[in-house]
C-alpha cells in the first residue's frame, strides 16, 4: 500500500538560518510525482514545489529546494534563508498509483521559525 | 483573481439538517477533490471528479454525496448531516486530464455540526 511519512512532529529555528524537513514514502510505481505544501495559519493550503521520480535533478523553486534520494524514497524540503512568514505546517504528497490524479498525503510538520 | 473560491466559508447546521457546500474553479482544470482535515488525520479524500457529470468516490465517502454540474463547480452535499462531520472541509483542483499534477486549494469551510 502506499504511504507517507513525516517523522518530525514540529521543528523550531531561528530566522534567516536553512531547515530541512523529512519525507519517506511507499510505493510499488515506476514513475510517480512528489509535492510539497504549505498550510498557513489562516488555514490556507498552498502549493510549493514538486519533483518528478523519473528527474535526477532536484527540483527548486525560489527559497524551497528539494533532495531526492529515491533509493531511500525520501523527498527532503529545504528552506533557505527562513523567514518569520514561513512559520506554517508542511505537508508532503505524492501521486497515488492508477494515473487518476489523486494524491495521498503525510501528516505535516510544523515549522516555527523564531526572530 | 483567486482561482478556487468555496463558499460559504463557516457553516453551523444542525444534526439531520442538509448541507451542500460549494466550489468553483476558474483553472479549467478536469479534475476537482473534496478533502476532510481532522487533527490526527490530515487530509482524507471523500469524492472527486473527473469533468462535468462525473463523480468518483474517495476514501471516506459514507454519508457524502457529490456534484458536478459543469467545468467549473463542484458541491459536497450531506443529505442528514451528523456531529462527527464537524470539520474543515477543503476543494481542490489540479490536472487537465486523468495524468498526476499538483492541485490547487480553496480556503476551506468550517463546518459545525450541532
Known amino acids: 500500500a502506499q504511504k507517507v511519512t513525516q517523522t518530525q512532529t514540529s521543528i523550531s529555528v531561528m530566522e534567516k538560518t536553512t531547515v530541512t524537513m523529512d519525507c519517506v514514502y511507499e510505493t510499488r510505481d515506476s514513475s510517480y510525482f512528489l509535492f510539497w505544501y504549505k498550510q498557513t495559519a489562516s488555514g490556507e493550503i498552498v502549493f510549493l514545489i514538486r519533483q518528478d521520480s523519473y528527474k535526477k535533478e532536484n527540483a527548486t523553486e525560489g527559497h524551497y529546494s528539494l533532495n531526492f534520494q529515491k533509493p531511500k524514497s525520501s523527498i527532503g524540503l529545504i528552506i533557505t534563508a527562513t523567514q518569520i512568514e514561513d512559520s506554517a505546517v508542511y505537508f508532503c504528497a505524492m501521486s497515488r498509483t492508477g494515473n487518476t490524479g489523486k494524491l495521498i498525503f503525510g501528516l505535516g510538520t510544523t515549522l516555527q521559525v523564531q526572530p | 483573481e483567486a482561482a478556487v473560491t468555496q463558499s460559504p466559508r463557516n457553516k453551523v447546521a444542525v444534526t439531520g439538517g442538509k448541507v451542500t457546500l460549494s466550489c468553483n474553479q476558474t483553472?479549467?482544470?478536469?479534475?476537482m477533490y473534496w478533502y476532510r482535515q481532522d487533527t490526527g488525520h490530515g487530509l482524507r479524500l471523500i469524492h472527486y471528479s473527473y469533468g462535468a457529470g462525473s463523480t468518483e468516490k474517495g476514501d471516506i465517502p459514507d454519508g457524502y454525496k457529490a456534484s458536478r454540474p459543469s467545468q467549473e463547480n463542484f458541491s459536497l452535499i450531506l443529505e442528514l448531516a451528523t456531529p462527527s462531520q464537524t470539520s474543515v472541509y477543503f476543494c481542490?483542483?489540479?490536472?487537465?486530464?486523468?495524468?498526476?499534477?499538483?492541485?490547487?486549494f480553496g480556503p476551506g469551510t468550517r463546518l459545525t455540526v450541532l
Open positions: 483553472n479549467n482544470h478536469n479534475n
Open positions: 481542490a483542483s489540479g490536472g487537465r486530464d486523468k495524468n498526476y499534477a499538483e492541485q490547487f
